[in-house]
């Protein structure tokens, strides 16, 4: 089993618990507006398409492809498995629904743009942080 790597710790906050903390129960959460069924990330008070105010966590399918990436081959801070992949991935629920995160559990030159992928989590203290890794059953 390999070393965690560091990673910054985000402050949990009420507003945004349900994201950080979803994965305790393995749901990747995001906001949702009632009225218009619109999912909203980062979270915030009021719905960007209807300014609706009804938000409600609910969650995804943690189903995802990459959008794009990068690897990070500069060991900024002590960690096990550099070069990593830093990338940005679109929720299969809705176009625009995007998160940066890391893929993991493949070799970093294996990632392409269009991959599928899915989540699965790495707790570290209270937060349990959505990463994503190849989706066989989609590949
Ligand atoms: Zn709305």
């Known amino acids: 089993m390999a070393e965690k790597p560091f990673r910054l710790l985000p402050r949990v906050t009420d507003r945004n618990r349900h994201f950080w903390q979803g ?12 009225a218009c069924a ?12 209807c300014l609706g105010k009804d938000l409600v966590p609910e969650p995804v399918s943690g189903r995802a492809q990459v959008l794009t990436f990068t690897l990070n081959h500069q060991p900024w801070v ?9 990338a940005i991935v679109e929720i299969e629920e809705q176009e625009g629904l995007r998160l940066m995160t890391n893929v993991v559990h493949c070799a970093p030159e294996e990632v392409a743009i269009g991959m599928p992928v899915r989540v699965v989590f790495e707790e570290q203290e209270d937060v349990w942080f959505p990463l994503f890794e190849p989706d066989e059953d989609r590949a």
Request: some cysteine.
């Open 38 to 49: 619109t999912w909203v990330h980062p979270p915030q008070p009021v719905c960007p398409e």
């Open 23 to 34: 994965g305790k129960e393995g749901r990747l959460q995001f906001l949702r507006c009632r």
């Open 78 to 86: 002590p960690a096990p498995d550099h070069p990593y992949c830093i």
